[in-house]
C-alpha cells in the first residue's frame, strides 16, 4: 500500500505514515462491524440452542439489534461512582478495547495481506494479549467495590495461569513451522499432513495440544465455562458491576474482539488460516481472505456451542485444570514434539 | 525523520514515567506508571532492531511480573500518613542511595567515554552474524552454542530459587478436605441410584 501512495506523489515516509494508518482504519472499522454483527449471531445461536427465537425485532431477522443496543448505551448517562478511582475508572475500558484491536496488526488476511509482517509476529501476539488482563485488573481496582474487586483478583490469576500454558503450546507450533512469523507458520501447514491437507490440527502429534488450545482460548478470554471473572451467582457483574453507558460498552466489544482474535489464532495456529482446508488448485480459486474468515466463524460457532451447553467451572477446578493437567501436558508435548522433529532431522 | 520522533516519544514518556513512579502518591498508580516505562522501553528496544528483546520485556515484566506486583500492592491496605511519616527519618539513607548512584552513572560515562570495553573476544567456530538474519535467531544460535552452559545454569538456579519457594511456603494443612477428580469421574449412576419397581400402598426398603 506505501507504493501506492508513493504513486500519488508523497515522499516514502508520508506515504508509509499514511499506507499505516489506512491499514489500521481498514483493519479496526471492519472489525468494530464484525463484532456487532458477531454478537448478533451468538444471540441467535444460543437462542437456536434453547429453543427460543432470539433478538427478531429490531430490522429483518433482528439484525440490527446490536446497532441499536449500541445507540442506547451511547445515550445513556455515564455514572462514576464516587468512592471510585476517576481516572483509573475510565482508563481500564480504553485499555480493553485498545488491546483487544492491537494484535490484529500481525495477522495475515489472505497471502501477504497483512498490516504489519513482523519475524516475531507470534510473540508480539502474546505480550499484547498478556496486557488484556490490565483492564480487567485496574475496572475491579479502580471501582473500589468488593465485588469487582474480588472479580480482578480472579481474572488476574486466570490470565496468567492459562498463559503459561498456551505459551508452551505456541512452542511446539513454532518449533514445527521453524519460525515466529505468522504467515510463515500459515505456510508451514501447506500439504501439510498426507501431503494433502493444510492444517497441524490434522497431524497426530499436534492434535491434542490443538483442542488444548481451543480450551486455553476460552480460558484466556474468560469465555464460558470459564467466566469466573463475571460468575453472576458469586460477584453480580464481576468487574463491569459499577460500569454502566459507553464504558459498559468498550469492555463489551474488547470482550468480543478477544474473542475472534482467538478465533483467528486458533484458525492460523492449527487450521491453516487462509489456506483452503486441502491443497487442491481448484479450492485456490476461492479469495485466501473467505477460507480464513469461514474458519473464523466455524470457531466462533464451536465458542457459542461450549458456551451454550457446559456448565461453569468452579474456581478451584480451574485452577487444577490450568496448572495440573494442562502445565504438565503442555510441557511434556514440547519435549515429545521436539524430539520427533530431532529424531526425523526436521532441522538437518 | 519517524524514527527521530518515535525515538524522543518513547525516550521521553520512558523519563517521565520513571519519575511519576516515584512521585505518584498512590503505590497502585505507581505500579501502573511503572508498566507504562516499561512498555516504553520495549519501543526503544524495537527502534534499535532488538525486536526479540522488545517482546520479551513486553511479555515477562509487563505481562508477568508487574501483575503480580499490582496483585499483591492492590491487596495492601496502606495508611498513606504512615508511610510519609518515615520520610525524615530515611532521608539521610536515600541520600546515600542517591550519590552512589550518581557518582556510578557518572564513572560509567565517563569510562565510556574514554573507550569501548573489550569483554572477551568472538567466539571460535561461531560465524560473526549478520543484520539480516532475525535476531531471535541470532541469539538462538549463540546461546546454545557459545554461552549453553551459562544459560543451562541460569535455568538450573531458577529451578532451584522454584522449588525453594515451594518448600518454604508449602504447608500441609489438616482437617480440609480435597476433591478426588478420578474417583468422581469414574462415578456412574449405578453406584449411586438403583431402580425399584415398588407396588403401591408399600414403603421403600432404603
Known sequence: MTSFFQNLGMNYEAAWFTATIAGILLIALPLMLAVALIIYAERKLWAAFALRRGPNVVGPFGILQSFADGLKVFLQETIIPSASNRGLFLIAPIITFTVALMAWAVIPFADGVVLSNINVGLLYILAISSLGVYGVVIAGWASNSKYPFYSAMRAAAQMISYEVSIGFILICVVLWAGTFNVGGIIEGQRSHVFGFINAYALNPLLFPIAVMFLISSMAETARAPFDLTEAESELVAGYQTEYSSMAFALFWLGEYANVLLMCALNAILFWGGYLPPVDWAPLYVVPGIIWFFAKILLMFFIFAWVKATVPRYRYDQLMRLGWKVFLPISLFWVFLVSGYLMFTGHFA | ?206
Open chain 2, 1 to 206: 525523520m519517524i524514527q527521530l520522533v518515535s525515538f524522543y516519544v518513547f525516550a521521553s514518556i520512558v523519563i517521565a514515567s520513571a519519575a511519576m513512579v516515584i512521585f505518584a502518591r498512590n503505590p497502585v498508580h505507581s505500579v501502573l506508571w511503572l508498566i507504562v516505562a516499561f512498555f516504553n522501553a520495549a519501543g526503544l528496544m524495537v527502534l534499535i532492531g532488538a525486536e526479540f528483546i522488545a517482546m520479551l520485556l513486553v511479555i515477562v515484566y509487563v505481562g508477568a511480573v508487574a501483575v503480580l506486583f499490582l496483585f499483591v500492592v492492590m491487596m495492601l491496605d496502606i495508611d498513606f500518613a504512615e508511610l510519609r511519616a518515615g520520610f525524615i527519618k530515611n532521608v539521610p539513607l536515600g541520600l546515600l542511595l542517591a550519590i552512589v548512584l550518581v557518582a556510578e552513572l557518572v564513572l560509567g560515562i565517563g569510562a565510556y567515554q574514554a573507550g569501548a570495553v573489550k569483554l572477551g573476544t568472538a567466539a571460535v567456530g561461531v560465524a560473526s552474524i549478520s543484520a539480516t538474519v532475525p535476531n531471535i535467531e541470532a541469539v538462538g544460535a549463540l546461546l546454545y552454542s557459545k554461552y549453553v552452559f551459562l544459560f543451562e545454569t541460569a535455568g538450573l538456579i531458577l529451578l532451584v530459587a522454584m522449588v525453594g519457594a515451594i518448600v518454604l511456603t508449602h504447608r500441609r494443612s489438616h482437617g480440609t478436605r480435597g476433591q478426588s477428580i478420578s474417583s468422581q469421574v469414574q462415578r456412574r449412576p449405578q453406584d449411586a441410584t438403583r431402580n425399584v419397581n415398588q407396588p403401591s400402598g408399600q414403603g421403600v426398603e432404603l
